[in-house]
Antibody, heavy 122, light 107 residues
């Protein structure tokens, strides 16, 4: 049973960098076939894919955020992280980390963290 | 990006009803379509992957069908715990994209 837990500041000032960490248990960020994923959900709205990192270190980002996003992994701590630069109020959202899998060509997120609300405000 | 459109956006039903939610893709996505259930304040929960495969532990009253651009999620014999918001998600290409959600409410 894979478990994920997000952590990080709940309040970030405009133009600063949002930094979140996801701690994984019951799985390894350094072994396949998992794709360690970040997804966000603005209050009262739908889900938006941010990106993922594969155990090999390869990454995939949503082009709408690519210029501002970095996802990385710390295998020694079995964690992966999200950095989103130059945030604005539009980045206020619940941020979820998730374990994604590609199975027969289809990707699905089968384990999720509980989510953490990040508010961008001065 | 592939756009995913769900209908209806909201739906009222009663316990014991059968409901169907539709998801349409802006281009063919083969069968690369997943369904999630999200309850208020919680993370989404995977119900169906690859259009019709039931995720382990999900009750058999949930089923999915479709291919190409048109997909459906059907819930037979609604239970009180099924009232939630449902999202479809395509994995044919990145960026992965979600439908806007269908809110299932108690009538």
């Amino acid at each position: 049973q894979v478990q994920l837990q997000e952590s990080g500041p709940g309040l970030v000032k405009p133009s600063e960098t949002l930094s979140l960490t996801c701690t994984v248990s019951g799985g390894s960020v350094s072994r396949g076939p998992s794709h360690w994923t970040w997804i966000r959900q603005p209050p009262g709205k739908g889900l938006e894919y941010i990106g993922y990192i594969y155990y090999s270190g390869s990454t995939n980002y949503n082009p709408s955020l690519k210029s501002r996003v970095t996802i990385s992994a710390d295998t020694s701590k079995n964690q992966f992280s999200l950095k989103l630069r130059s945030v604005t109020a539009a980045d206020t959202a619940v941020y979820f980390c998730a374990r994604g899998r590609y199975d027969s060509g289809t990707y699905y997120a089968d384990y999720w963290g509980q989510g953490t609300l990040v508010t961008v405000s001065s | 990006d592939i756009q995913m459109t769900q209908s209806p956006s909201s739906l009222s039903a009663s316990v014991g009803d059968r409901v169907t939610i539709t998801c349409r893709a802006s281009q063919s996505i083969s069968r690369y379509l997943n369904w999630y259930q999200q309850k208020a304040g919680k993370a989404p929960n995977l119900l169906i992957y690859e259009a019709s495969s039931l995720q382990s532990g999900v009750p058999s009253r949930f089923s999915g069908s479709g291919s190409g651009t048109d997909f459906t999620l059907t819930i037979t014999t609604l239970q009180p715990e099924d009232f939630a918001t449902y999202y479809c998600q395509q994995s044919f290409s990145t960026p992965l994209t979600f439908g806007q959600g269908t809110r299932l409410e108690i009538k």
